[in-house]
């Protein structure tokens, strides 16, 4: 069984900053991509950034240049940044993960339960 547990989440003013952590356990036998994605009221799950195993990274339109991601490979952690941060970031944010759970295994897509984060003064 894999978990996705996400940690950091909370308020901020605009302008402020955040850290999410999202760590994943569990019977893991390789790694794709990690990333977050987000889903604010009434609106579709979009993506805010992804790391793929290489290091190659992709972000969603609306924070680039503020927000930054990384990823521990041996610690099976991805990390997001958030700069600069306004009331549109408010949103709950997800933790996906592409993985296989063991050599004959597909890749399949997994997500944490979600961390809130609002942006408001």
């Known amino acids: 069984q894999v978990q996705l547990v996400e940690s950091g989440g909370g308020l901020v003013q605009p302008g402020g900053s955040l850290r999410l952590s999202c760590a994943a356990s569990?019977?893991?036998?390789?790694?794709?991509?990690m990333g977050w994605y987000r889903q604010a009221p009434g609106k579709q799950r979009e993506l805010v950034a992804i790391?793929?195993?290489?290091?190659?990274?992709n972000f969603g339109d609306s924070v680039k240049g503020r927000f930054t991601i990384s990823r521990d490979n041996a610690k099976k952690t991805v990390s997001l940044q958030m700069n600069s941060l306004k009331a549109e970031d408010t949103a709950v944010y997800y933790c996906?993960?592409?993985?296989?759970?063991?050599?004959?295994?597909?890749?399949?897509?997994?997500w944490g339960q979600g961390t809130q984060v609002a942006v408001s003064s």
């Open positions: 569990g019977s893991i036998f390789a790694i794709n991509s």
């Open positions: 996906n993960a592409i993985l296989r759970t063991g050599l004959g295994s597909g890749w399949n897509n997994y």
């Open positions: 790391i793929f195993s290489g290091g190659m990274t």
